[in-house]
């Protein structure tokens, strides 16, 4: 079992910065990989960044260029910076955990096996 919890959410300024970070706690293998998925009102949860126990990263092309994934193993902490946000940014950040998806080229599957209870990220224009 791996229990996460998110905090960080809130609203900013179209160009404007916001740190999202996830605490994880439970056991280790089944949260070897950790990300951030998002979903706005009336879409599907999208993929926005993974990382993995070796610290491989992925993005969404959406965000590439503009939010960075990060672990602190030891603390077991996901963080998610967000610089030059959109207002197509806006919707529930979610973190989530897996023992598998995140070494998968299908890794914005939202079929993660873990998930916390998200926090809200709104960017005006």
């Known amino acids: 079992q791996v229990q996460l919890v998110e905090s960080g959410g809130g609203s900013v300024q179209a160009g404007g910065s916001l740190r999202l970070s996830c605490a994880a706690s439970g056991d280790t293998y089944s949260s070897r990989c950790m990300g951030w998925f998002r979903q706005a009102p009336g879409k599907e949860r999208e993929g926005v960044a993974a990382i993995d126990s070796n610290g491989r990263t992925r993005y969404a092309d959406s965000v590439k260029g503009r939010f960075t994934i990060s672990q602190d193993n030891a603390k077991k902490i996901l963080t998610l910076q967000m610089n030059s946000l959109k207002p197509e940014d806006t919707a529930m950040y979610y973190c989530?955990?897996?023992?598998?998806?995140?070494?998968?080229?299908?890794?914005?599957?939202?079929?993660?096996?873990?998930w916390g209870q998200g926090t809200q990220v709104t960017v005006s224009s």
């Open positions: 989530a955990a897996d023992s598998f998806w995140c070494y998968s080229d299908s890794w914005s599957d939202p079929r993660w096996k873990y």
